[in-house]
């Protein structure tokens, strides 16, 4: 069932940030919109990161360093992605590299200064796991740790990838809210709350009446994107 889940009330600015995948250039030009933004409410702003902070861009390590220290102005909590489960997986499981590889995984490890040569033959997964495992720093290992699956602020519901329709918001599967899509995307339902995910690349967010999807493919597109929620109202900064 769905872990870390924590309802609270929020009045001040909540910035709400997609999915970044190893692209620091990107992340450090929101983090200075943002504490632009906030202005006087700076101490009691909260940013929420939706996860996909690993893979595909060129310094996954580099997003993990700089988000692992709070750079935002205010409070800062930080969601659960697909692809660090794929990561964590990969540290316990060398053997889920053969899929890892594939998208994302390459970079990631490259951004270590783990060789990936072999990995790209299909070659010594156990090696380069041992590697990660002893390259992570303490504060690395802490960040992966500590994300969490979703999180309520009022009368939204933020998680990574989506919610099963027809399950409560308190029910909800780690697999669902990692990686679910057409049944999630394709739904009407109405969820109890708002839902604000990523996961699934949109060329500008998609606002519906059940959800927003602020994954604009930043890895490819050079655009991420930040919600501002102000009471009811919305509006989007991006790179």
């Not at 996860?51 to 993990?64: A, C, E, K, T």
């Not at 970079?107 to 200064?113: A, I, K, N, P, W």
């Not at 495992?133 to 303490?138: C, E, K, M």
């Amino acid at each position: 069932m769905a872990e870390n889940k924590e309802a609270r009330n929020h009045t001040a600015p909540l910035y709400v940030i997609g999915d970044i995948h190893g692209r620091l250039d990107l992340l450090d030009r929101l983090i200075k919109a943002i504490h632009r933004d906030v202005g006087a409410n700076a101490n009691k702003s909260l940013t929420v990161t939706l996860g996909d902070y690993v893979d595909r861009g060129p310094n996954s390590r580099g997003v993990i360093n700089r988000l692992s220290i709070n750079p935002f102005p205010g409070e800062f909590i930080a969601l659960k992605g697909n692809h660090e489960e794929l990561l964590q997986n990969f540290l316990s499981q060398p053997e889920s590299g053969q899929h890892w590889r594939q998208i994302g995984g390459l970079e990631t490890l490259r951004s270590f200064g783990i060789p990936v040569a072999p990995l790209m033959k299909g070659q010594n997964y156990d090696q380069a796991a041992e590697q990660l495992h002893d390259t992570l720093s303490p504060t690395e290992t802490a960040f992966l740790g500590s994300l969490r699956l979703s999180l309520t602020v009022d009368r939204f519901f933020l998680c990574h990838a989506g919610v099963r329709p027809g399950v409560p918001l308190d029910r909800q599967t780690p697999a669902d809210l990692l990686w679910i899509r057409d049944e999630f995307l394709n739904s009407n339902a109405d969820f109890g709350k708002l839902i604000i995910h990523g996961h699934s690349p949109v060329v500008e967010p998609e606002i519906r009446a059940n959800r927003i999807n602020i994954d604009t493919g930043a890895f490819a597109t050079g655009r991420l994107t930040c919600a501002v929620i102000e009471a009811d109202n919305f509006r989007f900064m991006a790179t």
